[in-house]
C-alpha cells in the first residue's frame, strides 16, 4: 500500500515510517498537516494516517481538507492521538478510524490491513 | 504559583521572555506544564513547543499524575507541537517562522519552548542561537505572548542567551547530608523587583511549591506593628501575678526546660483560654492532636470543646524532614486564617531541625517573631533543655535569644530527696518581674504555680540543699 504518515514528532514519526516500510508499504512522511497536504497532492495515496495536534495545520484540518477536495474525499484517514481520541470520535464524517497513543505496533499493523481491504473492497 | 511569583517580584511580565534552567530532574518540564496549565485555566491560550524529547504521549503519561493537569485541555487550551523535524529539515529560521504563524493562528499568550539546549547545537555560532531567542521574543512581544525556554544547559550569566531574556530562573537539585534539598533563584529579572538567593521548593502530587525565604519575603512585617501594653492572662493560676497581669500582647515567650518538667503543660494551660475573641493554635513538632486533648484531659482541661467550636486548632507536623520555610508559611497561614492571638510553638527546635543552612536561622526567627507581634499574636515558643538536671541552661544561641521577649525557665530539681518542678520568670519585655523560683505543680486541675521555692541553695544547677546558716 501507498502510505502517507503525518506526524510532528521525530520518534514516533521514524517508528512508523520504518515499521509500515518492514510490513511491505510504500511510506512517505511528513511533519505537519500542510506538508502532507502536499504530498498528497503530488501523489494520490491509498491510506493517510496522521495524528492530531501538530503545528500549521493539524490532522483535523488535514482531513477537513481532503473531504473537501473532491479527488480526495474517498481517501482512508486514520487519526492516532494521544488526547483528542474523543473529539476525532465525533466526527465519523472525517476519520475512518481513530487509535489511541500510545499503541501497539501491531494494533496499528492490524488496523492498516483492515482499512486497506476495505478499500480493496 | 504565588511563592513564585513572589520571588519573581509579581510574576512573569507579559510579553516578556525568561529562560528556566536547572539540571534534568530539578523540576523544569514540570514547572513549564504547571505554568502552562494554570494559563490555560485562566482561559488564556498555551504552545508548549519540544524538540527531540521524549514523545508527546509519554509526556501526558508522566503528567497525569499530577493534580494540575487536565486532560480536556490538550489540544484546545495546551497545544504540544515538536519542532524537531522543522529544525532538522529547515533550520532556526524555519522554527521561527512556524512559532510566528502558531501563535497567532491559536492566539497564545504563553510560549512554552522545552529544549533550548537542542536549538543551541543546531546552531552554527553564537550569533545563530541569540538571533534566534531574539527573533522568538520579539514576534512573541508583539503579540503579548509571554515566552519561557526550558534548558538544561549550565549557562553562565554571560551566555548569548541570558543577554537577550528578561529573566533568569534557576532550579537546583543538590544533596545536603543524605536529604535532597531543591532551591530556586531568580538570576535575572528585569522590569520586576526579585527576591534574591535561593529559596527552596518541592514537587509534591501538585506540582512545585515554591516557599520564599522568610527573611527574604517578610523583610518588614506584612503590616504595621502597633504594640498593645495590655497584658494576656497565660491561665496558669499564680504566674499572671508575678508578671504584672499575664505576658504583654503581642509579645514571644522563650519557654525553656528539659523534657518533662512541664512545658507543654504551660503551653496546655496557655492554650486552654483561647476563645472567640482570642483564637487559639498549637503548631506542635511531637505529639499528634489526639495525643495533645488526651493530655489536656489528664490536666483537667477540655481542649476538644475549643476545637469543636473554632477557637482552637492543633496542627501538628512530624519531625521529620521539613522545609524550615515550609513550616513557617503553615503557621503564619494558620494564624491568618483564624486571627488567631494565642500561639503554642512546641518547640521551635522544630524548625531548627528543619534548617539546611542553620546559620540563617538568627533572620528567619527575627522575620517570623516581627511578624507574628505585628499581627498581635502572643506566642509561646519551647526550648529543649538537653540534660533533666544541668547546670548549664541551654537555651538558643544568644542571637536569637535577643529577639524574644520574655523568657521562662522550667526545670527539676532534687531537693532532700525529692525531684520537684520550679518556673522562673527571668524576663518579661519593659516590665519587671519576680524572678525568684517558683515551686510548680502538675495535678488533674492543671498547671499551677503554688508559690516561691523554700530557700535553697543550689536550685539552678538542679542539685539543691538546704541554706546552711
Excluded at chain 1, 21 to 29: D, F, L, P, S, T
Excluded at chain 2, 53 to 80: C, N, P, W
Excluded at chain 2, 250 to 262: A, K, N, Y
Excluded at chain 2, 278 to 294: A, C, H, N, S, V
Aim: glycine share 10%.
Amino acid at each position: 500500500m501507498n502510505i502517507v504518515v503525518v506526524e510532528d514528532e521525530f520518534l514516533i514519526a521514524d517508528m512508523l515510517v520504518v515499521s509500515l516500510e518492514e510490513a511491505g508499504h510504500q511510506v512517505r512522511a511528513a511533519a505537519h498537516g500542510a506538508a502532507a497536504l502536499q504530498l498528497i497532492r503530488e501523489q494520490t495515496p491509498d491510506l493517510v494516517i496522521t495524528d492530531f495536534m501538530m503545528p500549521l495545520m493539524t490532522g483535523l484540518e488535514l482531513a477537513e481538507a481532503l473531504k473537501a477536495d473532491t479527488q480526495l474525499r474517498k481517501l482512508p484517514i486514520l487519526l492516532v492521538s494521544g488526547a483528542q481520541g474523543a473529539i476525532a470520535r465525533d466526527r465519523q464524517d472525517l476519520f475512518d478510524l481513530v487509535l489511541d497513543k500510545p499503541y501497539r505496533l501491531d494494533t496499528i499493523l492490524d488496523a492498516v490491513e483492515q482499512l486497506g481491504g476495505q478499500t480493496k473492497g | 504559583m504565588p511563592g513564585l511569583d513572589r520571588i519573581l517580584g509579581g510574576g512573569f511580565v507579559e510579553g516578556a521572555s525568561y529562560i528556566v534552567q536547572g539540571q534534568p530532574g530539578a523540576g523544569k518540564t514540570i514547572l513549564g506544564n504547571q505554568i502552562a496549565f494554570a494559563t490555560a485555566q485562566s482561559g488564556r491560550r498555551v504552545l508548549y513547543i519540544t524538540l527531540l524529547a521524549e514523545t508527546h504521549d509519554r509526556l501526558f503519561q508522566s503528567l497525569s499524575t499530577l493534580s494540575f493537569f487536565d486532560k480536556r485541555h490538550l489540544g484546545e487550551k495546551v497545544t504540544y507541537l515538536s519542532v524537531f523535524q522543522t529544525l532538522s529539515k529547515e533550520g532556526l529560521h524555519a522554527v521561527v517562522s512556524l512559532l510566528r504563524k502558531e501563535t497567532k493562528k491559536r492566539e497564545a499568550s504563553l510560549i512554552v519552548f522545552d529544549g533550548l539546549l537542542n536549538a543551541r547545537d543546531q546552531a552554527k555560532t553564537d550569533l545563530d542561537v541569540k538571533t534566534f531567542v531574539a527573533e522568538v521574543q520579539s514576534q512573541a512581544a508583539f503579540a503579548g505572548c509571554t515566552v519561557l525556554f526550558l534548558t538544561s544547559a549550565r549557562m553562565e550569566d554571560n551566555s548569548p542567551e541570558h543577554t537577550m531574556v528578561d529573566g533568569v530562573l534557576e532550579l537546583h537539585e543538590e544533596l545536603v547530608g543524605v536529604r535532597t534539598v531543591r532551591r530556586a533563584r531568580v538570576r535575572k529579572s528585569r522590569g520586576s523587583a526579585a527576591l534574591g538567593g535561593f529559596h527552596q521548593y518541592e514537587i509534591t502530587g501538585e506540582g512545585i511549591a515554591l516557599f520564599p525565604r522568610i527573611e527574604a519575603a517578610f523583610g518588614t512585617p506584612s503590616v504595621d506593628d502597633f504594640p498593645d501594653p495590655r497584658p494576656l492572662t497565660t491561665n496558669i493560676e499564680g504566674l499572671d501575678g508575678i508578671t504584672g497581669g499575664g505576658l504583654p500582647q503581642g509579645s514571644t515567650t522563650l519557654l525553656v526546660g528539659p523534657s518533662g518538667s512541664g512545658k507543654t503543660s504551660f503551653g496546655i494551660n496557655f492554650l486552654a483560654a483561647s476563645c472567640a475573641a482570642e483564637p487559639g493554635l498549637l503548631f506542635g513538632f511531637y505529639e499528634t492532636p489526639d495525643r495533645i486533648l488526651l493530655k489536656a484531659k489528664a490536666l483537667g482541661l477540655d481542649l476538644a470543646r475549643a476545637i469543636d467550636n473554632g477557637d482552637l486548632e492543633i496542627l501538628w507536623q512530624p519531625l521529620t524532614e521539613n522545609l524550615l520555610d515550609k513550616l513557617a508559611y503553615r503557621l503564619l497561614d494558620a494564624v491568618s486564617a483564624r486571627g488567631v492571638k494565642r500561639l503554642f510553638v512546641d518547640s521551635l527546635g522544630g524548625f531548627e531541625r528543619a534548617a539546611v543552612h542553620p546559620p540563617r536561622l538568627v533572620e528567619f526567627f527575627a522575620a517570623l517573631t516581627n511578624e507574628l507581634r505585628a499581627r498581635n499574636v502572643t506566642t509561646v515558643g519551647t526550648w529543649e533543655q538537653r540534660d533533666l538536671f544541668a547546670k548549664e541552661v541551654a537555651a538558643p544561641g544568644p542571637e536569637i535569644s535577643s529577639l524574644l521577649d520574655n523568657l521562662i525557665m522550667m526545670r527539676h530539681v532534687e531537693f532532700r530527696s525529692q525531684y520537684r518542678r520550679l518556673l522562673s520568670v527571668l524576663k518579661v519585655r519593659d516590665r519587671s518581674c519576680d524572678a525568684a523560683a517558683q515551686e510548680v505543680i502538675i495535678d488533674g486541675n492543671g498547671l499551677a504555680i503554688c508559690g516561691p521555692f523554700e530557700p535553697a541553695t543550689g536550685v539552678s544547677t538542679g542539685l539543691a540543699g538546704p541554706l546552711t546558716s
